[in-house]
């Protein structure tokens, strides 16, 4: 068990990682939030990104995504090879970032099938709609439904989609299971495990810590904008100290 940040990521010996962060910091106008968090991950991996409320994980994959909030003011943000952190957040989209924000972002107006096209405008598209519509049956059944007259389950499995339908390398998921009922999280957890198959390297922060644990090989622990935990998804599985700290379960 490491309960210690750790800034030799685990497997640095062996190979270089696809996605690595090092010591990135980051600030809201003058409040300081994201605070040295390093992290690397291999092709393929999933992490489960945790921590309680307010502890700086939306803002962790915010400044990943390279958004302009939080502004990062040190550090470095690597992913196969491109420097993340010399980039702006279209940039970074282009180089394979795919972000699944919290609020979902379905485009008003839009059917669900316009949703997935318009992310498919510029190349390199991902996978096609035949594969989505594959992947996630109720968005085929209402392709031409607006976006955002789907329940919120459906409008979370549009969002996946979406991201899906670029050419990404990396998946940022923010609370894909919020306020979405069991039988739904099972549906979009299956889903899920289908991407993982497909070897995309994917960040994890939920609130359902067991959820993202089961999905995940990888875990860290955020807390006040530090990594307080870095090590595998079974290590906080097995430690119940750690998760009553940090995670209240
Ligand atoms: N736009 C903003 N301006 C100023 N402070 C912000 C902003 N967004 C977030 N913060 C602050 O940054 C800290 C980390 O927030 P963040 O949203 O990253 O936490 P989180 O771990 O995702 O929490 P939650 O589990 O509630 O989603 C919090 O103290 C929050 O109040
Ligand atoms: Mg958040």
Known sequence: MNAR???????????????????????????????????NLHEGEILALLGRNGAGKTSTLRTIARLANPRLTHGEIWLDHKPLHKMAAHQAAGAGIGLVPEDRRIIAGLTVEENLQLAQIAPPVGWSLERLYELFPRLGERRKQ??????????????????????????????PYEGL?????????????????????????????VRALNLASRAMILDTGCVVFDGTAREVLDNAELRAEYLAI
């Open 146 to 175: 607006e976006g955002v007259t789907l329940s919120g389950g459906e409008q979370q499995m549009l969002a996946i989609a979406r991201a899906l339908a670029r050419d990404i390398k990396v998946l940022l998921l923010d609370e």
């Open 5 to 39: 940040p750790n800034m030799n990521a685990n497997h640095a010996e062996t190979a270089p990682a696809f996605l690595s962060v090092w010591d990135i910091h980051a600030y809201y106008g003058e409040s300081y939030i994201v605070q040295g968090v390093s992290l």
């Open 181 to 209: 009922a069991p039988v739904i999280v099972d549906e979009i957890e299956k889903t899920l495990n289908i991407i993982k198959e497909q070897g995309i390297t994917t960040i994890i922060v939920e609130q359902n810590a």
